[in-house]
């Protein structure tokens, strides 16, 4: 096109098939002329009038994949308003569309929205619309004013009220343009409509920029290009220009693992059809090239490169660095860091040699273990394993499994393997049943087919290969005398200096830590009463029987006598840390029970405590062990819900691990962190000594700054067929579900809506959104699912917990219904979390909801009924008021800003002034720039030079408050922080004397429960307070970092030699301590 703009690489003619990149091969795509209309199917489709369709809510939540039934809710699909076959993956592709034309809603700022035909006129240098009432003159853009390009609800229009619910997110798009920055707001019919128009304005943009000596050479063969036909040469082994169809296929196979063979043979075939070649035959280099460009490039990574590339062919080592910093959350980025990756991941030696990241590269970075969903962090032990053991959830298997058939845990067909399995998943906790066995050796398992000595023999061998930290073996020994010696014996002797035996030390309060206890192995069970001299007792065995007590108490029917075990000193004296006790009620136990005394609980009464008591059961955790085990009606080995007990503190949730599905994927998930070594850290409000927590709140936490996680499911790669289904054929029509489990004010579940006849890589492109009020414990479980009118049948699942979570775009590796992963099977997602502090995440973030101080919730104490403590409590309320009112000022000033510069709460500062520096030209003459930051000052100030429009006079503002707001927090955080501190300490010096004080009131019964729930929560919410003011302080002080860093990287800023000292290292306040208690038990 000899008149488009200059610059700008030719784009070809359009073949039968397409258009042609400017490398020469095609694109997949129609001819011209096809438009943009939808198929016969997408025309009989109903859309909702806003827009389209979207997910019906789920009234279940939660879908467990060993049990598949019919889900009722309204089933909803996507219909792209693209020919189906139609895929853009080029800049080329993305202009010839525009040049087609397609039919968008323009939005007005009176919320109103008009169906307009928006084309890119021939000569590349207008956006043109029609019908329109205004003159032709005035119904169109010139490329070379646009400023900028987002993508979503990013400008004042498409956030108003009257249109928000009206159209997904990623459907909408808004071209920023003029001297004043206006806005035209689009909403298209899909995802990929945006992204072709998005793409191919950002290229013409980005050209119109350039010189023709910047742009690339139109003559010059593309290195992707050049590479795929090296790569060709290679193969040819004959040189005769041709290789067979199943080397070619294998070949494809083996760049782009996971893909099949059928549509490689399919698309060479329709090719060499194209071309005039016999189908079938010998593939030939171009072929070859056009085949795998065509089939390997995925559209969706391809605009996310254009987006960072600074030519929109290629990544450079500073557009990586942008990515890495900006999108990904990563600190520190070199370009140094840059060139190894490229040097890793780059496929063709004249990109490695020029250090950029083409498409295939970027698609096998973003593929890679380096860029993975999972915080690697957490594949380590990374957490505080000097607590008390009461202080951690511990891996833990039922080892009783009454399923008679199953293999797992002693069937008919058990082996030695079952137990090596477990304890190479981390699990720390296992149950041994010991019974009577053939010619007076016990044996344990299900079936009681496995000699007893081989099982402690195994366990021995494998107990610390996965994990160093201690194992606990519960034993449920029901066997006669000799052979309960003979247990002991056998015990003794294969565990040796493992075993640990020191008794326990009575003037402490607390449990040893896993640390003090690495590589040993602790026994859990009955033992004889302090005194006894005699070498055996009668013990009690009421582990399953309470609930069947208070049943048959409630049907008026006599209760059967309690059973009873006989128990022999040498079992007896193996038994030292974790020594099995009768649960009477939580008051006897806080008076009575002794650290090292471990209640038992089936999961009918550790649920009626749940519910009933939840504080209570908090409570008693934080000093005492306990367990929970399956009831004994899970005739089938079925699995409890272990949230509905690890909400509550309780560590050990005893787990048929033999059995797959929902609940086995939430343990295995939960435990996946902290290196796998099958203890996870509870959340620090349910392990301090004072602290107001309830197991079952529906609210936000006191102290606790709930998040927002911003999940966008963008497409799958390389599904699986359900397994036992063939009525469809290959067909796969799925949909994902995103659940969220934790405690009940966090447990929610959305889903996408169904991508029909997608094959084996759909398409998604929709943002799910949840509120996270405990991120400590909640866990996230993506679910893959074939959408079929009979019942939706299970595909895949990931699970994996928030703190796990990495910002930014990753593939999730799906893994099968066992837990095994499933080779090349993936989901693309971007994850977006709000005020959430994890490895790997170069900022903190805002919560995205701003509150006028009207509207402003404060958080306040409660009154004690006791008057002295009630006064010192009642002090803390101004400075409660001023911390709230300081960071929410900061928070909504920092939104504000984000706003301003079309960027979402999400974004970080930095990336706030790199898109301000993009937005400010050179001026006339002199080539100054309209504004500067002054880096010689902590707070920089952004100077006007010269007139500005009405936009940035309104960033500036937003600019200024974000600064002020930021410098009043920096400045009196220290001085309110101490006020919480001292009514804390203050509240605390009263925790002695609480009981004696409560008793001079006259407090009694509920009242006396009231007010301790009250004193509880006042000392919660101090701490809790001036925690989130420290981390407000430290978020103020990063964000002028990342001001003077974006300074000096996009050269707005001046005197930068004279900028102060600032690292993101920052000295912490002092930590409030949480009683005379905290040294010992580690409490933080």
């Not at 782009?256 to 071309?275: D, H, R, T």
């Amino acid at each position: 096109m000899a008149d488009g703009t200059p610059g700008l690489p030719p784009l070809g003619s359009p073949g039968p098939r397409g258009s042609f990149a400017p490398n020469g091969h095609r694109v997949a795509g129609e001819s011209p002329g096809s438009g943009s209309g939808s198929s016969s199917r997408e025309n009989s489709t109903e859309r909702s009038p806003g827009g389209p369709v979207r997910a019906a809510p789920t009234a279940g939540i939660m879908k467990d994949g060993s049990r598949q039934r019919p889900v009722q809710k309204k089933k909803t699909v996507s219909f792209s308003s693209m020919p189906h076959d139609r895929k853009l993956s080029s800049t080329a592709a993305c202009i010839s569309f525009m040049l087609e034309g397609c039919e968008l809603k323009k939005v007005r700022s009176n919320s109103r929205m008009y169906n307009r035909f928006f084309v890119l006129e021939p000569d590349l240098h207008f956006l043109r619309w029609e019908p329109s009432k205004k003159d032709s003159e005035r119904a169109r853009i010139e490329i070379k004013q646009v400023r900028e390009v987002r993508v979503g609800k990013k400008t004042p229009v498409l956030r108003s009220n009257g249109l928000s619910d009206q159209f997904p997110d990623e459907c909408a798009f808004s071209v920023i343009y003029g001297d004043n920055y206006e806005s035209l707001d689009l909403v298209a019919g899909s995802a990929e409509v945006v992204n072709a128009w998005v793409m191919g304005l950002r290229y013409l943009v980005s050209y119109g920029k350039h010189t023709l000596g910047e742009a690339p050479e139109a003559g010059r063969p593309n290195p992707r290009t050049s590479w795929i036909s090296s790569v060709f040469d290679i193969a040819d082994l004959e040189k005769e220009g041709r290789i067979p169809v199943p080397r070619a296929v294998q070949l494809i196979r083996a760049l782009n693992p996971g893909m099949k063979a059928a549509p490689i043979e399919l698309k060479f075939k329709e090719l060499q059809k194209v071309m005039g070649e016999r189908a079938g035959g010998d593939v030939g280099c171009q072929v070859f090239v056009e085949a795998y460009c065509e089939l390997c490039t995925r559209p969706e990574i391809f605009f996310l490169l254009v987006q960072f590339s600074s030519n929109k062919e290629y990544m450079g080592l500073k557009d990586l660095a942008l990515f890495l910093e900006v999108e990904q959350g990563m600190e520190g980025v070199t370009e140094e860091m840059c060139a190894k990756i490229i040097s890793k991941y780059e496929p063709s030696k004249e990109g490695r040699e020029r250090a950029y990241l083409a498409i295939d590269g970027f698609t096998h970075y973003l593929l890679s273990a380096d860029c993975a969903i999972f915080d690697p962090q957490h594949r380590r032990v990374c957490q505080d394993m000097a607590q008390p053991l009461s202080h951690y959830y511990i891996s833990s298997a039922h080892g009783a499994c009454l399923a008679e058939d199953s293999c797992f845990w002693g069937g008919s067909s058990a082996d030695m393997g079952s137990y090596m399995e477990a304890l190479k998943a981390g699990c720390r906790s296992l149950e041994l049943v010991v019974r009577d066995g053939p010619d007076g050796e016990p044996v344990t398992g299900a079936s009681a087919r496995l000699p007893f000595h081989s099982v402690v023999s195994t366990i021995s061998e494998h107990a610390f290969e996965a994990s160093e930290f201690p194992l606990i073996l519960y034993l449920s020994v029901r066997c006669s005398m000799a052979q309960h010696r003979l247990a002991a014996q056998y015990l003794r002797k294969t565990l040796g200096d493992k075993l640990y035996l020191e008794p326990p030390d009575p003037n402490k309060a607390y449990f040893p830590s896993p640390e003090q206890l690495k590589g040993r192995i602790l026994l859990m069970g009955r033992k004889l009463p302090p005194g006894c001299q005699a070498s055996e007792w009668e013990v009690s065995d009421d582990e399953e029987s309470p609930e069947l007590g208070r049943r048959l108490v409630e049907e008026e029917q006599p209760l059967a006598p309690r059973r009873h075990q006989m128990l022999c000193r040498e079992l007896s004296d193996l038994v030292s840390l974790c020594q099995a006790v009768s649960f009477r009620d939580f008051e006897s136990s806080r008076r009575c029970q002794r650290y090292w005394e471990v209640c038992c609980f089936s999961e009918v009464e550790a649920g009626r405590f749940a519910n009933e008591a939840p504080e209570d059961l908090v409570a008693y955790n934080k000093r005492c062990l306990s367990r929970v085990h399956p009831s004994p009606m899970r005739i089938d080995a079925s699995n409890m819900n272990p949230q509905d007990f690890w909400k509550c503190g309780c560590q050990m949730v005893a787990m048929n691990y033999q059995t797959p599905g929902l609940m086995m994927d939430l343990n295995a998930g939960w435990f996946c962190q902290n290196g796998g070594c099958g203890y996870v850290l509870r959340p620090a409000i349910m392990r301090q000594e004072v602290s107001y927590f309830s197991a079952n709140t529906r609210d936000s936490l006191p102290g606790v700054s709930a998040q927002l996680l911003q999940l966008r499911v963008i497409s799958g790669q390389n599904l699986p067929k359900p397994k036992g289904s063939g009525a469809k054929g290959d067909v796969v029509e799925p949909y994902v579900c995103a659940e969220m489990h934790g405690i009940p004010a966090d447990c929610a579940e959305q889903r996408t809506k169904t991508v029909l006849q997608s094959g084996d890589n759909p398409v998604f492109e929709e943002t799910l959104e949840f509120q996270v009020n405990l991120p400590a414990l909640a866990v996230l479980r993506f679910v893959v699912l074939d959408d079929d009118y009979i019942g939706d049948e299970f595909i895949a699942q990931y699970t994996i917990p928030v703190e796990c979570l990495q910002s930014g775009y990753r593939h999730v590796p799906l893994q099968s219904l066992a837990g095994e992963p499933l080779p090349h099977a993936t989901l693309f997602v971007h994850i977006a979390v709000t005020d959430h502090q994890g490895g790997g995440r170069g900022h903190r973030r805002g919560l995205s909801g701003r509150k006028g101080r009207r509207m402003r919730e404060y958080t306040s104490t409660r009154a004690t009924g006791i008057k002295a403590i009630d006064e010192v409590f009642r002090s803390a309320g101004q400075p409660l008021r001023e911390a709230t009112d300081l960071r929410e000022n900061m928070q909504n000033a920092l939104v504000s800003f984000k706003e301003l510069c079309g960027l979402t709460p999400a974004a970080n500062v930095k990336q706030c002034i790199l898109t301000l520096a993009t937005w400010l030209q050179p001026g006339e003459g002199d080539g100054t720039r309209c504004l500067t930051l002054n880096l010689a000052q902590r707070y920089p100030p952004l100077e006007v030079q010269g007139p500005i429009p009405e936009l940035l006079r309104k960033v500036l503002t937003a600019y200024d408050a974000m600064i002020q707001t930021s410098r009043t927090l920096i400045e009196s955080a220290d001085a309110v922080h101490s006020k919480l501190l001292q009514a804390q300490q203050a509240g605390m010096d009263f925790h002695k004397e609480l009981h004696r004080l409560e008793t001079n009131e006259g407090l009694k019964g509920h009242k006396l429960q009231k007010a301790l729930e009250s004193f509880a929560w006042n000392i919660t919410v101090l701490k809790g307070q001036a925690d989130l003011l420290k981390q407000a302080k430290e978020e103020a002080l990063d964000t002028l970092w990342q001001i003077h860093n974006a300074g000096q990287a996009c050269g707005i800023g001046r005197n930068s030699s004279a900028s102060p000292e600032l690292t993101r290292a920052r000295p912490p306040l002092e930590p409030i301590p949480e009683g005379e208690v905290a040294s010992d038990t580690g409490s933080s």
